[in-house]
Structures are given as structure tokens and as C-alpha cells.
């Protein structure tokens, strides 16, 4: 299995909080990608990095911001959290951009 | 922009029957295409991929994959499932020269004994 490992695996806050998902990898990929999963949506794209300090939108960037610092990791933080952000989320990396692997995901819920 | 589009949220099917399912693309430029797959509780997984080439793809765990063109169709086949198929199985799209890989809406193969 690729090594990414998201942190943490569950979390639970309110409204109006911010939160910060974090993406680690020892692989070494060039690209990193934080994505949501919804009912009905399938995985939608949030933000992506190819390289450190280089990241670009996705589908569905409002409310979200990264950063990338290191190679390693990718953090994504919701700056005011609201519940329509209450979702799965799931951090890929890639070499080249044909292949991800996915890591486990995230829950988060917002009450 | 490229989009994907799978019409089918859920397909029920016996176990050893063949199953099809459906997905179309849409990108004014050439297109990377790909399948994964998703177990319950899990992250995606890669089950087979179109970069060039032949336009018949054969995956893991007996799947193939035929790329059209003229209809922006890739659409997912196994010619006799078992049980251990159950998941959710996601279409993708990349465009040449992007970085961003765009999913469809999913389709949930349930299959029965």
C-alpha cells in the first residue's frame, strides 16, 4: 500500500470553528489532492498541489484553503466550518497524474 | 472543462451473471479514462486505466474496459460476478497536460446469490 496517512480519522466540531485536516506521505509524490465524497455526488475535487508551494482549485474550493510546505504534506483547513461541510474526505497523491492512491479518509462531522 | 457522467446510481445482479456499467465523458481535448474501485469503509483503488493505445483495457479481478470515441463512452464490463464485487465503482477523466482527475457520481454494483 502507498503510505499516506490522513489525520485525524474522525472529528466532530461546530459551526463557525476552523479545522485543519493534515496528508502525509513517504513516497515522495510530486501531486497531492484533498477530495470529498457525498451521497449523490460521487468524490468531487477540493484542491490540489503539484509541487510544494504550487496548488491550484478544484471543483468545489469555496470555504477551503491548503497549504504545502513540504513534499510530504498537504494540509487542507476549513477556515469557518459549516455543516454542508460535514463530509468524507480523502487525500491522494500521484507521481504523474494517471495513477492515485487514496488514503483512508477522514469523517467530519459539523454540528 | 471535462466531465463524467454515470446514469446508473445502482445496479442489482445476480451472482455469476454478466454485468455492464455505464460511463460517458466530455472534454474538447483528448482524455486520460480510468475505473476505480471502492470497498466499503475503504479508499478508491485503482481497477484499470486508458492512456493510449489499444482501446480494450483489461483490469484487475476479471474487469475489461472499452474505450469509445465516437460516443465518449468507457464503459465497465465483467462477464460474471461474484460476490465479493459488491462496491462502488467510480468512472474518471483526466485531460492531457492537467493534473486534476474528475469522478462521476459512482454506481453501487450489488450483487446477490
Known amino acids: 500500500d502507498a503510505g499516506i496517512t490522513q489525520s485525524p480519522r474522525h472529528k466532530v466540531t461546530e459551526t463557525g470553528t476552523p479545522v485543519t485536516l493534515r496528508c502525509h506521505q513517504t513516497?515522495?509524490?510530486?501531486?497531492m489532492y484533498w477530495y470529498r465524497q457525498d451521497p449523490g455526488h460521487g468524490l468531487r475535487l477540493i484542491h490540489y498541489?503539484?509541487?510544494?508551494?504550487?496548488?491550484d482549485k478544484g471543483e468545489v474550493s469555496d470555504g477551503y484553503s491548503v497549504s504545502r510546505s513540504k513534499t510530504e504534506d498537504f494540509l487542507l483547513t476549513l477556515e469557518s466550518a459549516t455543516s454542508s461541510q460535514t463530509s468524507v474526505y480523502f487525500c491522494?497523491?500521484?507521481?504523474?497524474?494517471?495513477?492515485?492512491?487514496f488514503g483512508s479518509g477522514t469523517q467530519l462531522s459539523v454540528l | 472543462a471535462q466531465s463524467v457522467t454515470q446514469l446508473d446510481s445502482q445496479v442489482p445482479v445476480f451472482e455469476e451473471a454478466p454485468v455492464e456499467l455505464r460511463c460517458n465523458y466530455s472534454s474538447s481535448v483528448s482524455v486520460y479514462l480510468f475505473w476505480y474501485v471502492q470497498y466499503p469503509n475503504q479508499g478508491l483503488q485503482l481497477l484499470l486505466k486508458?492512456?493510449?493505445?489499444?482501446?480494450l483495457v483489461k483490469g484487475i479481478n476479471g474487469f475489461e474496459a472499452e474505450f469509445n470515441k465516437s460516443q465518449t463512452s468507457f464503459h465497465l464490463r465483467k462477464p460474471s460476478v461474484h460476490i465479493s464485487d459488491t462496491a462502488e465503482y467510480f468512472c474518471a477523466v483526466s485531460e492531457l497536460n492537467t493534473d486534476k482527475l474528475i469522478f462521476g457520481t459512482g454506481t453501487r454494483l450489488q450483487v446477490f446469490p
Open positions: 491522494a497523491i500521484s507521481e504523474s497524474g494517471e495513477k492515485l492512491f
Open positions: 513516497e515522495n509524490h510530486r501531486y
Open positions: 498541489s503539484y509541487g510544494v508551494k504550487d496548488t
Open positions: 486508458y492512456l493510449s493505445g489499444s482501446t
